[in-house]
């Protein structure tokens, strides 16, 4: 990857396409996209996303901005996605790495979930905001339960295929560098079993449909009115809600007060929208999944520097994968 330094003096002139000449970046994140926070002259700020290469096609992209539009439309505070001087919510550049789409948002002010735990949230006040999180996510799933995209809409699926088939949407996992080849083994002859059962739930869109696809706290938003706001909508593809749940989840799956915490986030959920304890009852299995997927993904961007982690999480899903086998 691109040094940021080296990216900010390459996309810096580029800010002119949006009218915001003279504005300050500062780096905010590197993970799937690098991201700057714009800062104006005017106390205007904006996001400023450099968009990963070949990670979604122009089509893929534009999509992405039809879904945010359709939810701004139904009431929810999103991200708006600004259009350059000519009319473009995504420009194409050319960079000493490669071209590499630019895309301008709406800051969203409010402090993360993240942010909230490392400043001391725990137990039954967690559990509270983890309720109102799962009540805001309801109305998102029920929004895209009746929503109708266009014919041109084109998304990724977090599927069978999604997760095993030839080419999962965060890579083979299992020819991750960090597997051993026993691991390897034990996780494809596990996949089998995995498959029918997240099949059993069937692609109705009771069950199935446009999806955040990357809910963590670091992109769960509080202001200061306590309104919940959900950013980054990069992952946003077709998958079962159920796994829109456990990517949450799966980041408090060690906690040990995960029960309580996992029942907070129900509870607000069913204030909102159905869900039956047998559909419920296949959460472990969608943590188990996104476990798998996160070898995948983080395999592929050793630039992050997550060895031990990913190290770490391997040994986990593998003792959970032999209960499938």
């Given amino acids: 990857m691109i040094e940021s330094l080296d990216i900010l003096k390459e996309v810096t002139p580029h800010l002119k396409n949006w009218g915001l000449d003279g504005a300050q970046l500062s780096l905010q994140s590197i993970s799937e996209n690098i991201v700057f ?33 359709s939810l701004s439309l139904a009431g929810f505070k999103v991200p708006k996605i600004l259009p350059t001087k000519q009319a473009k919510h995504y420009l194409l550049i050319n960079m000493s790495g490669g071209s590499r789409y630019l895309s301008v948002l709406d800051w969203i002010e409010g402090r993360s979930l993240l942010e909230m735990e490392l400043e001391g949230l725990t137990g039954s006040l967690l559990a509270d905001a983890l309720a109102k999180v799962g009540e805001l ?37 299992w020819d991750s560098e960090y597997v051993t080849s026993d691991q390897r083994v034990l996780l494809l002859g596990s996949q089998a079993v995995i498959s029918s059962k997240i099949n059993s739930l069937g ?20 202001d200061l009115g306590k309104n919940i706001r959900l950013i980054d909508f990069d992952d946003a593809g077709f998958g079962w809600y159920l796994y829109d749940i456990a990517s949450l989840l799966f980041e408090y799956k060690d906690h040990p007060e995960f029960e309580t915490l996992s029942e907070g ?27 798998r997927a996160t070898i995948g993904w983080a395999s592929e961007r050793p630039e992050l520097g997550h060895k031990s982690q990913i190290l770490n999480l391997v040994e986990s899903v593998c003792r959970e994968a032999r209960s499938f086998v």
Avoid: T
């Fill in 203 to 222: 692609y109705s869109k009771d069950v199935f449909g446009l999806i955040h696809g990357d809910l963590h706290p670091g992109n769960i938003l509080f």
């Fill in 265 to 291: 986030f129900l509870r607000g959920y069913r204030k909102r929208r159905f869900m039956s304890d047998n559909d419920w009852g296949m959460l472990p299995l969608f943590i188990h999944i996104r476990g």
């Fill in 37 to 69: 926070k714009v800062a104006c002259r005017s106390g205007n700020k904006y996001v400023l996303r450099v968009h990963r290469p070949r990670y979604h096609s122009y089509r893929a992209l534009n999509s992405e901005r039809e879904w945010l539009e």
């Fill in 137 to 173: 996510v309801s109305q998102f799933h029920l929004h895209s339960e009746e929503w109708e995209s266009s014919k041109d809409f084109s998304r990724h699926r977090f599927d069978e295929d999604g997760f095993f088939g030839k080419s999962p949407f965060w890579g083979r996992y």
